[in-house]
């Protein structure tokens, strides 16, 4: 098979029917995380100046494999750094041993040099197909290493809609019922918690942004970047707590489609700020939340063990761990920077 590897030409529809495919084989029923619909997709790269970041392999015309390489700043031990978040790599089945995921590991290479990037990030689901690339890569000469390993958290939001996309056995389906791991108290939240408006972006980045002096490997955000993250129609949404005309905490999420037996979304949180409230408070913006990604159709809310804000709230309103483990990994390119054993990190899931 002889691949090009250029620019993605758009081809949409082939790309989500691709990872589809490629992930029910490796995964068996497990449900599959859909970010490859055109709206999801539009919310993650819509933006996106640099198209050459977005990665494809061809043959005969035909999208054989894809990555994507998101622009990033991070700051860590007191300085800032410009960076890579590497992200939703497949790979057509019928290619998997003809060395494309490979060659898009180099080409992806060869953008950091050309960019002058100081360091990528990437996440790798442990023990599956990615892991032995990355394992290859690193054989080539290429030093690759694993900065942190998280773990994850769930809150069930519809017994029913869970069961009906995962292959669970009667065993935990009765378990989930009869512990009604899906109850949220229904009470209207209090007054102080609303949906975030175009107003709040100056008081939502200078919440987040404080996480620089507070978090080891942190995430830093140009107003415009955040504003695309904490609201995009039909993909992600924000409540705040405001008091007295201030915002003192926020909770951000994402819905992203489980595709199972049947598809339904999840709410995946992504940027969360609870530091500004009282413990009771910080309970209560964690509710309001629950209850607006249940109202939004949303099975279950999930959570990744990222340690830069404390899960007390979470496990307050009946989050479970779920076992499933994410590695870390980073390629540094600037000499000066040793990112190694990361015990905390602000940044989202991709």
Excluded at 103 to 115: I, M, N, R, S, T
Excluded at 158 to 181: H, S, T, V
């Amino acid at each position: 098979m002889t691949a090009s590897f250029e620019p993605f030409r758009g081809d949409l529809a082939e790309l989500e029917q691709i990872a589809l495919s490629s992930y029910r084989d490796e995964y068996g029923l497990e449900s599959y995380i859909n970010n490859y619909t055109p709206r999801h997709f539009d919310y993650l790269f819509g933006g996106l100046q640099q198209r050459d970041h977005l990665l494809a392999a061809y043959a005969d015309g035909k999208l054989m494999a894809f990555t994507a390489l998101v622009p990033r700043r991070y700051h860590y031990q007191g300085q800032d750094y410009r960076a890579l978040l590497g992200c939703l790599m497949v790979t057509r089945k019928e290619a998997f041993r003809n060395g494309l995921a490979m060659g898009l590991g180099l080409k992806a290479l060869e953008l950091f040099q050309k960019y002058k990037y100081d360091f990528a990030l990437a996440y790798l689901d442990t023990g599956h197909r990615s892991s032995s690339m990355i394992k290859k890569i690193q054989a080539a000469g290429n030093a690759i290493k694993k900065v942190k390993r998280m773990g994850a958290i769930f809150r069930a939001l519809d017994n029913d809609k869970i069961c009906a996309i995962q292959p669970l056995n009667g065993y935990e389906r009765f378990w989930m019922k009869l512990l009604r791991l899906d109850y949220i108290n229904p009470k209207a939240p209090p007054a102080a918690i609303r949906p975030y408006q175009p107003g709040d972006l100056a008081a939502c980045h200078r919440l987040l942004d404080s996480y620089r002096d507070k978090v080891t490997l942190t995430r830093i955000f140009e107003p415009e970047e955040l504003a695309r993250e904490l609201a995009f129609p039909e993909v992600a949404h924000t409540l705040v707590w405001e008091e007295a005309g201030q915002i003192r905490g926020l909770i951000n999420w994402v819905l992203i489609d489980h595709v199972g037996k049947t598809t339904h979304p999840w709410a995946w949180l992504n940027h969360v700020y609870l530091a500004g409230l009282q413990p009771k408070q910080q309970s209560e913006l964690v509710r309001a939340f629950l209850l607006q990604a249940k109202a939004q159709g949303a099975a279950a809310v999930l959570e990744w063990f990222k340690n830069y804000y404390s899960k007390m709230p979470l496990w307050k309103n009946r989050f479970l761990p779920v076992f499933r483990r994410m590695d870390v990994i980073t390629g540094v390119f600037n000499p000066k920077l040793h990112l190694t054993k990361i015990p905390d990190m602000f940044e989202i899931m991709l």
